[in-house]
């Protein structure tokens, strides 16, 4: 149980385009749901957090008209890269955090974004 | 603030050798911590949790005690297998009002096991 899934897992893409990731959870309801990077060798820095039906919260730094995130069902949010350029190449992960459930996370297997 | 300090990588073992990895923490309140493991191409999985003082969370033979004192959540196994080798995360999560909690992830350390 609790298994989240990401789509695509590998993206590349011209710069100036735009690149929709999409996170679901396959099994169980999530009304938060969480967007993370992480580079080559390091942790995962939190993006922004969304919750079903209202505007993510984002973290400090990050852009918000960039970094598009939808949250539009309890089991599906997507994230937009705008007009990506080749510093947004990264690895992308999401986590969703069941409905009623307090500090536990289930990670997707992440999506990695080359940007040429 | 909030932060989560871990050993730098990477860890080499032998097998059957004795791991541990050592995680401190920072933060204001009460948080819960975390192990998460990243096996090679997959995601992170939760390993095991404590979400108070002197808990003991553990899971395939992987044990950490919550220590307040000390702000610690070392990771340690008495035997590791070639199969352990990942990277592995420490977190916590602040108990903040309004509902939603965060994970705060440390650096990640890298573990190698050879047979």
């Known amino acids: 149980g609790a298994v989240v899934s990401q789509h695509p897992s590998r993206v590349i893409c011209k710069s100036g385009t735009s690149v929709k990731i999409e996170c679901r959870s396959l099994?169980?309801?999530?009304?938060?749901m969480f967007w993370y990077r992480q580079f080559p060798k390091q942790s995962l820095m939190l993006m922004a957090t969304?919750?079903?039906?209202?505007?993510?919260?984002?973290e400090q730094g990050v852009e918000k008209d960039k970094f598009l995130i939808n949250h539009a069902s309890l089991t599906l949010s997507t994230l937009t890269v705008t007009s990506a350029h080749p510093e947004d190449s990264s690895f992308y992960i999401c986590?969703?955090?069941?409905?009623?459930?307090?500090?536990?996370?289930?990670f997707g297997p992440g999506t990695r974004l080359t940007v040429t | 603030g909030n932060s989560v300090t871990q050993m730098e990588g990477p860890v080499t073992l032998s097998e059957e050798a004795f791991l541990t990895i050592n995680c401190t923490y920072t933060?204001?309140?009460?948080?819960?911590l975390f192990w998460y493991v990243q096996y090679p191409g997959e995601g992170l999985q939760l390993l095991l949790k404590?979400?108070?003082?002197?808990d003991k969370g553990s899971n395939k033979g992987f044990e950490a005690t919550y220590r307040k004192e000390t702000t610690s959540f070392h990771l340690e196994k008495g035997s590791v297998q070639v199969s352990d080798s990942a990277v592995y995360f420490c977190?916590?999560?602040?108990?903040?009002?309004?509902?939603?909690?965060?994970?705060?992830f440390g650096a990640g350390t890298r573990l190698a096991v050879h047979p």
């Open positions: 933060a204001t309140g009460y948080p819960s």
């Open positions: 977190a916590l999560s602040p108990r903040l009002s309004g509902g939603y909690n965060k994970l705060i």
């Open positions: 099994d169980f309801q999530a009304t938060t």
């Open positions: 969304s919750n079903e039906g209202s505007k993510a919260t984002y």
């Open positions: 986590s969703a955090r069941p409905a009623g459930g307090q500090d536990e996370q289930y």
């Open positions: 404590a979400t108070k003082a002197d």
